[in-house]
């Protein structure tokens, strides 16, 4: 799954190793609850600072808030970059249409395969480097509403929740109605298998396959079928909103030693130094060659798929 030398249009490196790259062996999981907790404390302050920011709106409708709430979300987000990121040491390759993705001022949806805890931060720094990185929200499971503090501080920015069971697509497209009569600028990242692939989990990838075999689709080999749903509701109801859509192709150094497909790197495992690399292939599609029929999107998106499979 590694991009080869035909994919490259250019290989970017996002940080040197530092000292603690020296440490974060021994540091581990101790570390990652020392950087989680650090995050999680700067919740309060930040959603204080927010929820003020709206009050004075109130008061001096002239006064630019929303770059206020801009810097705010991306402070957040910087954060987590130095911490999963810049302090490790993880190197991040760009390959495909990044370079034209990086020129481009629009709104997207942004599409990957799910292998990492991490995922998520890698969309983040590549929005960093197009500058869009105040834009990027993300589909997310409920579950991390639960999370104290995080999971308040990331609704109120404007991610949007779903539930695997029980889905209520109301809410998703009630959110999406609010970007566009805002005219909101936005890349909204969703992960299409909706869960994490993990070679060691039998369990799922035999439902994925089963999956695939009921909609008369070809398997997948390193990830889970895609859920088509989400993915089609924003398409959908945002495609008058949106100018593009991303396909992304990630791919962990650690998830493939010597040509056996292991389980993908962790947080931790990052911060103790087990993961250096990760390549990213860009695939920019434009709005107009997506399917506008849901009957069409399914194959569509399995063909996208497939193409990261390769």
Known sequence: MTPGPAMASFASKLTKPTPLSKLRPQLGGALLSVVVL???????FLCFVWHAASTLA????KLNIATIKAKIYTYFLRLAIFFFVRAPGLKVHLYGDAREVMLRDENVLY???????????????????AKCLDRIKFIMKQELHWVPMVGY??????????????????????????????????????????????PEDRKAISYSEE???TSNLPPLRHQLTPRPK?????????????????SVTLVYEQAEPRGQRAKPPSA??????QCSNVHVHVKRIPIEDVPKEEADFLPWLHNESMERDR
Request: proline share 5%; glycine share 6%.
């Open 230 to 246: 989400g993915s089609w509701l924003l398409l959908d109801n945002m495609r008058t909103h949106l100018s593009a859509v991303y």
């Open 111 to 129: 599409m990957s395969n799910h292998q990492s805890s991490l995922d998520w931060l890698v969309a983040c720094i590549l929005a960093l480097k």
């Open 58 to 61: 109130r008061f001096f409708p």
């Open 211 to 213: 999956m695939a075999k």
């Open 38 to 44: 650090l995050l999680m404390a700067t919740c309060p």
């Open 268 to 273: 931790a495992d990052v911060i103790r130094g």
């Open 153 to 198: 501080y990331i609704s109120v920015i404007g991610h949007i929740y779903v539930r695997r069971r029980g889905f209520r697509p109301d809410r998703l497209i009630e959110q999406v109605n609010e970007y566009k009569k805002t005219q909101t600028p936005i890349w909204v990242g969703i992960f299409p298998e909706g869960t994490r692939f993990n």
